[in-house]
């Protein structure tokens, strides 16, 4: 059974830094690109970051570019979301992502069709 699970999520305040870890089990992906999604309360889920298969390329929501890092490790079958100078505005459930194909377009992993798995989500609070 395949699983991404999300953790490191929590309560922070404005200006602060949280760093997301996402662990997947069930087969490798290393050759998948992998995404971070978000979905704040009343919204529609959002695109934030994705990675490529090597870790070379990566493309990020215009919102947090510059504040946030993705990265992966595929040894380890990870992908990591380092957010820094958060705001309330981050405030949001973060989804992880497998896509569902090794090919690799910056267009389609910018929406949530591109992925075939998703974790369940952990919460990012910030506080102003």
């Known amino acids: 059974q395949v699983q991404l699970v999300e953790s490191g999520g929590g309560l922070v305040q404005a200006g602060d830094s949280l760093r997301l870890s996402c662990a997947a089990s069930?087969?490798?992906?290393?050759?998948?690109?992998l995404g971070w999604f978000r979905q704040a309360p009343g919204k529609e889920r959002e695109f934030v970051a994705h990675?490529?298969?090597?870790?070379?390329?990566?493309l990020y929501a215009d919102s947090v570019k510059g504040r946030f890092t993705i990265s992966r490790d595929n040894a380890k079958n990870t992908v990591a979301l380092q957010m820094n100078s958060l705001n309330a505005e981050d405030t949001a459930v973060y989804y992880c992502?497998?896509?569902?194909?090794?090919?690799?377009?910056?267009?389609?992993?910018?929406?949530?069709?591109?992925?075939?798995?998703w974790g369940q989500g952990t919460q990012v609070t910030v506080s102003s």
């Open positions: 990675i490529n298969w090597s870790g070379y390329t990566t």
């Open positions: 069930g087969r490798t992906f290393s050759g998948s690109v």
């Open positions: 992502a497998a896509g569902r194909s090794p090919v690799y377009s910056s267009t389609l992993y910018t929406h949530a069709r591109g992925y075939a798995y």
